[in-house]
């Protein structure tokens, strides 16, 4: 009923805006003000826009249930539980001992710990800490987490962006500590104790990580997979360590860009890297020190590609050379096995913010080292692929742990068009392999029967 309002009206408006005041409702005081200014309101209509603002605010500042945290939520409770009684499912929750849980706390407690107000106590940084390696290990929602740690859904949310920020910058130096020329030989005499392949300072590989579409990304991220994705570029020691990781390029990047653009890819392909200076293979050959990589990549200097598929019979030579380069390669395919059973929030695309994606990736790639350096539990004997005694190679048991997406590969990197320097290399290490000095006794009988 428009009009000149009445004092009953004016009264009548006051306690409207009064209770609004309480259930904070700024824009309902200000459309209440607007109106009247207008000197009119239809108070039938103002009665019910306000009843139905009633009903949607929050009906408390906090949910009562979630002041119960700091005795009744999964890490005042569970994790305390696990950690006096049970160390294996300590493990199995957390993926580390209580030891490494408490020694990485305390290298991130300084950026993720919050001050105390008078208004509330804040989430204790060890409960963000193991709200978030819960997340990363297994993917759940962060609605369950809520649930379970009584925390509310957007907090959830802010906490794991934080804090596997918090884990990538603190941990980076230590974790993913670029090699030195002493670092690399070590590695390198890891790969031919093991592997058998002289010179080897790394395993190169790409995976795509899975994500929900960002948002306004159109086809950007969309790879040839079928799926949307950004690529985790890493290069593997003969520990199943990460040495160099590169995450955030787009999956429908082309071919050789994503490695080019990649931090260490502009080392190796440059030449900048700092490898230990050429040596002799034991048969005398002196040859650069190389990464090992797939088809997926160019043959560089510095970079063992394999020979072409479709060879024949009559290419023996090559194939023994190309099985000799795919047994060192197990070395990053593993990782990345390892990498994605352990931290299961690869197995289904990543539900974040893009920013966050890199965070969670690059989090991931740093607590697997830290993990792996100390704990057998991490990854035990059989966790990796392995020779039998008739040389078979045996699966490891994270093959039954990973989708079958994660197993995905990078598209080819690089045209055939190689330069003679790194075909000559590649040709060294072939008449290698099938020399007296550097033949597996085994390799022929296992390869041509």
Same mark, same amino acid.
């Given at each position: 009923m428009p009009g000149r309002l009445t004092t009953e009206q004016i009264i009548f408006i006051r306690q409207i805006i009064e209770k609004a005041i309480k259930f904070h409702h700024k824009a309902f005081i200000v459309y209440i003000n607007f109106k009247v200014a207008l000197d009119s309101v239809d108070l039938d209509y103002l009665e019910q826009l306000y009843g139905s603002a009633k009903q949607a605010t929050r009906r408390w500042w906090v949910r009562p249930v979630l002041r119960k945290r700091e005795t009744d939520g999964a890490f005042s409770k569970l994790v305390q539980d696990l950690e006096k009684e049970d160390p294996q499912w300590y493990f199995e929750y957390l993926r580390m001992t209580p030891t490494k849980f408490k020694e990485l706390l305390a290298i991130v407690k300084s950026k993720i710990e919050k001050k105390h107000t008078n208004w509330r106590r804040p989430i204790s940084a060890a409960t963000r800490l193991a709200l978030t390696i819960r997340h990363l290990a297994t993917g759940e929602s962060k609605r369950s987490l809520s649930y379970q740690y009584l925390i509310g859904r957007s907090t959830v949310t802010l906490i794991v962006a934080e804090t596997t920020e918090a884990i990538w910058t603190s941990m980076k130096s230590q974790c993913l500590k670029p090699p030195t020329q002493s670092t690399f030989q070590t590695i390198a005499d890891k790969f031919m104790r093991r592997w058998d392949f002289p010179? !080897? #300072?790394?395993? #190169?590989?790409?995976? %795509? #990580?899975?994500?929900? !579409?960002?948002?306004? &990304?159109? &086809?950007? %991220?969309? !790879?040839?997979k079928r799926f949307f994705s950004v690529v985790l570029m890493a290069v593997v020691d003969a520990d199943y360590k990460f040495q160099f990781v590169d995450v955030g390029a787009e999956g429908s990047a082309g071919d050789s860009s994503i490695f080019a653009r990649s931090s260490f890819g502009c080392a190796i392909l440059n030449g900048t890297i700092e490898t230990p200076e050429p040596k002799p293979i034991p048969n005398g050959t002196i040859l650069p020190h190389v990464f090992v990589a797939d088809e997926a990549f160019p043959l560089k200097m510095n970079i063992m590609r394999p020979f072409p598929g479709g060879l024949s019979v009559a290419d023996r030579q090559k194939r023994v050379y190309n099985y000799r380069l795919s047994r060192a390669r197990l070395v990053v395919e593993n990782a990345f096995g390892i990498l994605a059973a352990r931290w299961r929030i690869f197995n289904s695309p990543i539900n974040c913010k893009l920013e966050t994606v890199d965070s969670i990736v690059k989090a991931c790639c740093c607590l697997h080292n830290f993990v792996m350096s100390e704990n057998s539990q991490y990854c035990p004997i059989n966790f990796v692929d392995a020779q039998s005694g008739n040389r078979e190679i045996i699966p490891g048991a994270w093959r039954t742990m990973v989708s079958d997406n994660w197993l995905q590969r990078q598209q080819r990197q690089g045209a055939n068009n190689f330069a003679v320097t790194p075909m000559t290399i590649r040709t060294k290490f072939l008449e290698y392999f099938n020399s007296g000095q550097g033949a597996l006794p085994w390799q022929e009988e296992y390869l041509f029967g």
């Open positions: 010179n !080897c #300072i790394g395993a #190169i590989d790409g995976k %795509y #990580i899975r994500l929900r !579409c960002p948002e306004n &990304s159109g &086809s950007t %991220y969309f !790879c040839h």
